[in-house]
């Protein structure tokens, strides 16, 4: 066997040691990532903190199931709470038309930290503890609106009838 030989032989040799440590690496990392997500679990949602990667807690809530809730009128406004710590807990929320209502939202970080509507003119940051947004009786048309996080990725409804 000649010197260069040797030489490209070794050199594919390394080659070839660095695509299977590469490889296994990869499998490693696949493994954990499994690990976390249980097959035919739902991935636990993030822990409101803000601890959990940006968005995480967006794929689950913004396909979540509707959850109803109406608000109730206290003399000449109705009030409703909204939990937003992950995804809107209702997120379906039926209001009476021409009622002022104020809906307080749950203090909130991460992807749902900001609670936004085009729809209704408001856009609030809920870091810093709950906050209560009122909607002006002449705002409250019958008809259905719609609310999200503040990167829009996380959507509620309300409907006024
Ligand atoms: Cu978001």
């Given at each position: 066997m000649s010197?260069?030989?040797?030489?490209?032989?070794?050199?594919?040799?390394?080659?070839?040691?660095?695509?299977?440590?590469f490889v296994a690496t990869y499998q490693?990392?696949?493994?954990?990532?499994?690990?976390?997500?249980?097959?035919?679990?739902?991935?636990?949602?993030?822990?409101a903190d803000g601890a959990s990667p940006a968005c995480a807690c967006c794929g689950n809530s913004g396909t979540g199931e509707p959850i109803e809730g109406a608000a109730a009128v206290e003399g000449d406004v109705q009030r409703i709470s909204v939990d937003a710590t992950s995804g809107y807990d209702?997120?379906?929320?039926?209001?009476?038309a021409g009622v002022p209502a104020e809906i307080t939202f749950s203090q909130a970080s991460g992807c749902m930290a900001q609670v936004m509507s085009e729809d209704l003119g408001f856009y609030e940051d809920l870091t810093g503890g709950?906050?209560?947004?009122?909607?002006?009786?002449?705002?409250?048309q019958p008809g259905e609106y719609s609310f999200s996080c503040g990167m829009q990725m996380v959507f509620g409804t309300i409907i006024v009838e």
């Open positions: 010197a260069t030989t040797t030489k490209h032989l070794r050199t594919a040799l390394i080659v070839l040691i660095a695509v299977l440590a490693v990392a696949e493994a954990a990532d499994r690990g976390t997500q249980p097959a035919g679990e739902p991935a636990a949602l993030p822990v209702p997120n379906v929320i039926r209001l009476t709950p906050k209560t947004v009122r909607i002006e009786a002449d705002v409250l």
